[in-house]
């Protein structure tokens, strides 16, 4: 649709001009998915915030030795997912630090109290009782993983997540967002997506905004995750998130994207990566999020009645009614989806595990979700 050189180009293109492509891209996302929006309704579980990176922009990531640095116990994670499971949610979002004990003894002691050696390792036993022990369905972003690690975590999560981020290598410097971020290093980030892929994992990524990179890079990153799906079929969606600015953090005092810049890398997504790829952006990051229906976009992304963002707590959800409306007001309906995206129902073989493929589709009959709309 947009060539590389174009889609570079598109930086200093005028409002005019993005009007045009705007509307563009609109259609683009009402040719392939119609007038419907989705969300998934889910609970959030931050499994351990230790981390053995330190983003400049995170304040999930909590050191050892103070109050917040901890690994949830399976009590405290099984009772959110039965709260969940009260108010009708069907995903589990898994979100994690990386790696914690490969740099923190504390970390290796929790896991040793709870019987472990990774969190890997403990990431896949809760999967796994979530699956026997509730109606959820696991979501696990855990940032890179090796192959082993896919192949554990393939029979007990519907599909998986990691933000590449930005492919920017400079980001690595001293000053800039991902200095002394061993898995924020690029090849690191599409290692984990290939891998994905070849495991046939259907895989949520996305870029980050206004981390300091520059729109020729959100170019790159963009068409880099293209060029993987086209591989292997399996990025069933990208969300484009905004950065936004934490008090205590290295970041702190670095400028947010504008609405305006959300936009345009919006309509730059919807119009550079394959139609059937869906298209997120996050209600919650952005007051004016109804602005994001003209750039193209066809989901909310995750919504939950019952936990806060932890990456972002500071930021409320929009009550599920308030989003139908504010969807409804640009006339588009809202639907409700699972963790995984219909077309991997239809590839089972490849895409899902057999238990996994037979539990999807009973949940699919039952429930009546917005299955048909989309390839
Ligand atoms: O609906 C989803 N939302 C996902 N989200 C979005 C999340 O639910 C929230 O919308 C954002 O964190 C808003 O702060 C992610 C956000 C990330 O930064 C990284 C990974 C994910 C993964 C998912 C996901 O798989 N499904
Ligand atoms: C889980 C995901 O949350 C995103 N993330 C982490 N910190 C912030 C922030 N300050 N603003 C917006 N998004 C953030 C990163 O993209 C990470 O991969
Ligand atoms: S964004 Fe993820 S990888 Fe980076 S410090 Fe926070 S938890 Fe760790």
Redesign the pocket.
């Known amino acids: 649709m947009l060539t590389r050189q174009q889609a570079v180009a598109l930086e200093k293109a005028s409002n005019g001009e993005f009007e045009s492509l705007s509307q563009a891209a609109a259609a683009r996302r009402d040719a392939h998915w119609g007038h419907t929006l989705t969300?998934?309704r889910?609970v959030?579980v931050p499994l351990t915030t230790m981390c053995r990176d330190d983003c400049g922009y995170c304040t999930f990531v909590q050191k050892p030795g103070t109050p917040g640095a901890r690994i949830m116990t399976p009590d405290e994670v099984m009772a959110v997912v039965r709260e969940g499971e009260r108010l009708g949610c069907k995903?589990v979002?898994f979100?994690l630090g990386e790696k914690p004990e490969r740099r923190y003894p504390e970390a290796r002691e929790a896991l040793a109290r709870l019987g472990h050696r990774s969190m890997t390792d403990y990431l896949v036993e809760m999967c796994d009782r979530v699956l026997r022990e509730s109606e959820l369905l696991p979501?696990v972003?855990a940032g890179t993983l090796d192959d082993d690690e896919i192949a554990r975590l393939k029979p007990v999560s519907v599909?998986m997540?990691?933000?590449l981020e930005n492919v920017s290598r400079r980001l690595l410097q001293r000053g800039q967002a991902h200095f002394a971020c061993p898995d924020k290093v690029p090849v690191q980030r599409l290692r984990t997506l290939e891998r994905a892929g070849r495991h046939g994992v259907p895989f949520?990524t996305?870029i980050?905004i206004g981390i300091g990179e520059t729109w020729a890079e959100r170019v790159d990153s963009l068409l880099a995750i293209n060029d993987l799906h086209r591989r292997y079929g399996h990025v069933q969606?990208v969300?484009v998130?905004n950065f936004r600015a934490k008090p205590g953090t290295a970041m702190a005092g670095h400028p947010e994207p504008s609405l305006d810049d959300m936009v345009r890398t919006l309509v730059l997504a919807r119009l550079l990566l394959d139609p059937e790829i869906s298209l997120?952006a996050?209600p919650?990051?952005e007051a004016r999020f109804a602005a994001y229906l003209d750039a193209g976009i066809n989901?909310w992304?995750?919504i939950s009645p019952v936990t806060v963002?932890h990456?972002?707590p500071e930021?409320a959800w929009p009550q599920i009614d308030a989003l139908r409306r504010a969807t409804e007001r640009c006339g588009y309906g809202l639907a409700e989806r699972l963790?995984v995206y219909p077309r991997y129902l239809r590839r089972p073989e490849r895409f899902l595990s057999a238990p996994l493929a037979s539990r999807l589709a009973g949940i699919a009959r039952n429930d009546g979700l917005a299955l048909a709309q989309c390839v």
Do not use: V
């Open positions: 969300y998934s889910k959030f995903e979002l979100s979501h972003n599909s997540g990691m933000m949520t996305g980050l969606e969300i998130q997120q996050p919650n990051l989901d992304g995750g963002d990456i972002n930021r963790a």
